[in-house]
T-cell receptor, first 109, second 113 residues
Framework: EDQVTQSPEALRLQEGESSSLNCSYT??????LFWYRQDPGKGPEFLFTLYSAGEEKEKERLKATLTKKESFLHITAPKPEDSATYLC??????????FGQGTTLQVKP | DTGVSQNPRHKITKRGQNVTFRCDPISEHNRLYWYRQTLGQGPEFLTYFQNEAQLEKSRLLSDRFSAERPKGSFSTLEIQRTEQGDSAMYLCASSLQGATEAFFGQGTRLTVV
């Protein structure tokens, strides 16, 4: 069965305190690994696509990396506006996205 | 605005009533997905279309739920005889065929009272 597990479920950081979010997955026919950000009451917002192990993508204070079984989202010197739920989403060969619970990040000033 | 559009944004209905939601995908996207999300949980897959064909339906999609995409453009999701357990955010997403990112709408929040 396709599964994705994100850890931690919740993370509190002080502004400027860097950290990493972990995503481990088991998906048959993996076709891309996507990271989304979701603010309360809104739809997920696309951040990155990773296709192969060793690939990295960056956007502002965020950097996503991919291995064969895991992906990491590194947050460098976060700001309060980075507070959101981050969703790691493996894509299957059917195109269906597989969601876990996400990691809810709170960055305090 | 060329993003995914969902209407209405909010819907309050009485238990037992039927509701219908609409999703307008990004125009060149041939895949369209419906997800349901409850508070504190990640989105749960409901169904998806490639053009007008409904290719997969989740076990979560009971007989009271039906989705259509008649001309391969916009889609509707209908819930008949709503129950309080149907209260959730209903999300629509679209993508190009293949392993490409999907873009989500802002969702329709359904409250069944």
């Amino acid at each position: 069965e396709d599964q994705v597990t994100q850890s931690p479920e919740a993370l509190r950081l002080q502004e400027g305190e860097s950290s990493s979010l972990n995503c481990s997955y088991t998906v048959s026919g993996l076709r891309g690994l996507f990271w989304y950000r979701q603010d309360p009451g809104k739809g997920p917002e696309f951040l990155f696509t990773l296709y192969s192990a060793g690939e990295e993508k960056e956007k502002e204070r965020l950097k996503a990396t991919l291995t064969k079984k895991e992906s990491f989202l590194h947050i460098t010197a976060p700001k309060p506006e980075d507070s959101a739920t981050y969703l790691c989403v493996p894509g299957s060969n059917t195109g269906k996205l597989i969601f876990g619970q996400g990691t809810t990040l709170q960055v305090k000033p | 605005d060329t993003g995914v559009s969902q209407n209405p944004r909010h819907k309050i209905t009485k238990r037992g009533q039927n509701v219908t939601f609409r999703c307008d995908p990004i125009s060149e996207h041939n895949r369209l997905y419906w997800y349901r999300q409850t508070l504190g949980q990640g989105p749960e897959f409901l169904t998806y279309f490639q053009n007008e064909a409904q290719l997969e339906k989740s076990r979560l999609l009971s007989d009271r739920f039906s989705a259509e995409r008649p001309k391969g453009s916009f889609s509707t999701l209908e819930i008949q005889r709503t129950e309080q357990g149907d209260s959730a955010m209903y999300l629509c997403a679209s993508s190009l065929q293949g392993a490409t990112e999907a873009f989500f709408g802002q969702g329709t929040r359904l409250t069944v009272v």
